[in-house]
T-cell receptor
Framework: KAGVTQTPRYLIKTRGQQVTLSCSPI?????VSWYQQTPGQGLQFLFE???????NKGNFPGRFSGRQFSNSRSEMNVSTLELGDSALYLC????????????FGPGTRLTVL | AQRVTQPEKLLSVFKGAPVELKCNYS??????LFWYVQYSRQRLQLLLR??SRESIKGFTADLNKGETSFHLKKPFAQEEDSAMYYC????????????FGQGTELSVKP
């Protein structure tokens, strides 16, 4: 099976712009979660989507949003970018079973100038 | 509040020495705990989960609810164990939400 893929891998934006990141889960996985990784805060949960519905949400401002399509692919959007949004954004997919393993993508490195 | 604490940012040992990576958690319910690992230039991946009670690559971890700990241990470290290790908490009924510790970088010297 192909692993989780994320596009683009690298992105440079300026403050005030918006950005959309994409994640394709492993075939058959219906849960997609997003995480932000920074040197200062580490790995923080953004949100989770399951069957096109947001099931869980972390403590991030409303500028961070996401969606999931019927084929389980997911996108996350960050509007009005701030310098502090510079981070590695990781996507993970899993089946919907208890104690399920999450499979991570390689991440999208976002730099905000 | 749900929290995972890994007190050591960096742990350096010699090959063949025992290793213990510490992890403490804060959660009032019944936790699901995992160790994830990231080797150099590789993706974050699951190492082991407490529910399985198995040894993976020689590593074991025991959940101690009294001490709210889930330390990762290996009796004899190998150079290929050098990596970033994350202790992770998953709370009941919160599906894909994982709460990560800050991570411990393990360096095994020859």
């Amino acid at each position: 099976k192909a692993g989780v893929t994320q596009t683009p891998r690298y992105l440079i934006k300026t403050r005030g712009q918006q950005v959309t990141l994409s994640c394709s889960p492993i075939s058959g996985h219906r849960s997609v979660s997003w995480y932000q990784q920074t040197p200062g805060q580490g790995l923080q949960f953004l949100f989770e989507y399951f069957s096109e519905t947001q099931r869980n949400k972390g403590n991030f401002p409303g500028r961070f949003s996401g969606r999931q399509f019927s084929n389980s692919r997911s996108e996350m959007n960050v509007s009005t970018l701030e310098l502090g949004d510079s981070a590695l954004y990781l996507c993970a997919s899993s089946t919907d079973r208890a104690n399920n393993e999450q499979f991570f993508g390689p991440g999208t490195r976002l730099t905000v100038l | 509040a749900q929290r995972v604490t890994q007190p050591e940012k960096l742990l350096s040992v010699f090959k063949g020495a025992p290793v213990e990576l510490k992890c403490n958690y804060s959660y009032s319910g019944s936790p699901e705990l995992f160790w994830y690992v990231q080797y150099s230039r590789q993706r974050l991946q699951l190492l082991l989960r407490h529910i399985s009670r198995e040894s993976i690559k020689g590593f074991t971890a025991d959940l101690n609810k009294g001490e709210t700990s889930f330390h990762l241990k290996k009796p004899f470290a190998q150079e290929e164990d050098s990596a970033m290790y994350y202790c992770v908490l998953q709370t009941y009924n919160q599906g894909g939400k994982l709460i990560f510790g800050q991570g411990t970088e393990l360096s095994v010297k020859p």
